[in-house]
């Protein structure tokens, strides 16, 4: 059974730090690529960051680049992101989901987490 389940949301100052975890079912994180997505109100949902099964590669997406930070657990079988320096652009409900590769910035499945909300205070 697929499952994924956000957390570590909140509300936060502009400049704050947050670190978003997601824990998902065995047969979604083992073996794949996991990453983090989110969506604003009013605009789709979009890429954020990304990271191979073994932790070595990563990628993100430009408007995060040097202050969002990928991780992951694979005994926990968890994903993380550490989340500082953070503007009110940043508000949005932020998803985690498998991906094809490291490379990729599309999720693998059509399947969503409830997501955990991020506001950013001005």
């Known amino acids: 059974q697929v499952q994924l389940v956000e957390s570590g949301g909140g509300l936060v100052q502009a400049g704050g730090s947050l670190r978003l975890s997601c824990a998902a079912s065995?047969?979604?994180?083992?073996?794949?690529?996991m990453g983090w997505f989110r969506q604003a109100p009013g605009k789709e949902r979009e890429f954020v960051a990304v990271?191979?099964?073994?932790?070595?590669?990563?990628n993100y997406a430009d408007s995060v680049k040097g202050r969002f930070t990928i991780s992951r657990d694979n005994a926990k079988n968890t994903v993380y992101l550490q989340m500082n320096s953070l503007k009110p652009e940043d508000t949005a409900v932020y998803y985690c989901?498998?991906?094809?590769?490291?490379?990729?910035?599309?999720?693998?499945?059509?399947?969503w987490g409830q997501g955990t909300q991020v506001t950013v205070s001005s």
């Open positions: 065995r047969r979604t994180f083992s073996g794949n690529a």
């Open positions: 990271i191979s099964w073994g932790g070595g590669n990563t």
């Open positions: 989901n498998a991906l094809e590769s490291s490379r990729s910035k599309v999720p693998s499945d059509d399947y």
